[in-house]
């Protein structure tokens, strides 16, 4: 495994089926090779939660692109290695449903990682959430900004990566389909 996709989504309300943001951090023989950051106008309300917890609005994404012309975007880094994401089905069912959603068709799974149930078998005994895995690995974080998100979250993949971890033990596979 030498190319890892990690990515991390905001969403605009408590369904959790749209995107109004996606941050992706492109990792290659253990380096961070490119990013990838886009606003995503959702097409659909915003909670006062979410606006506050990510700092996107309805104002924010005003002329900004919908999923279907981001998705054009991204599909290909997205299919071009093993996904990786903080609490990943979270971000691969937000992504499930905004593919269901505009009628796009994709792949029927894909398999990914997910950096926070592989921090619980190589980390023990500490908490995992974003925020303080950072803090443990001193890594900068703009928490709950998609491109802050997405590279803390590729940079924890590779602290983990260091410390020899077998990536290979913690993939999983999650269905688009169903």
Aim: charged share 25%.
């Amino acid at each position: 495994m030498s190319r890892f996709i990690a990515f991390d989504v905001e969403t605009p309300n408590y369904q959790n089926n749209r995107m109004s943001a996606i941050g992706i951090t492109v990792i290659e023989d253990g380096s961070i090779v490119d990013e990838y950051y886009s606003l995503v106008d959702p097409e659909t309300y915003f909670d006062y939660f979410n606006t506050r917890l990510t700092g996107i609005s309805e104002e924010t994404v005003q002329g900004e692109p919908a999923f279907p012309e981001v998705w054009l975007e991204i599909e290909p880094i997205m299919s071009s290695g093993l996904l990786v994401a903080h609490n990943a089905v979270f971000d691969l069912s937000v992504l499930k449903k905004c593919l269901r959603y505009y009628e796009i068709d994709w792949k029927p799974y894909v398999r990914y990682v997910c950096t926070v149930q592989t921090g619980r078998r190589v980390l023990p005994g500490i908490s995992h959430k974003l925020n303080d895995l950072c803090e443990y690995y001193g890594i900068a974080l703009e928490h709950h900004q998609a491109a802050s998100d997405s590279r803390a979250c590729a940079e924890i993949l590779l602290r983990y990566l260091e410390d020899g971890a077998d990536i290979r033990q913690h993939i999983r596979t999650y269905s688009l389909n169903k």
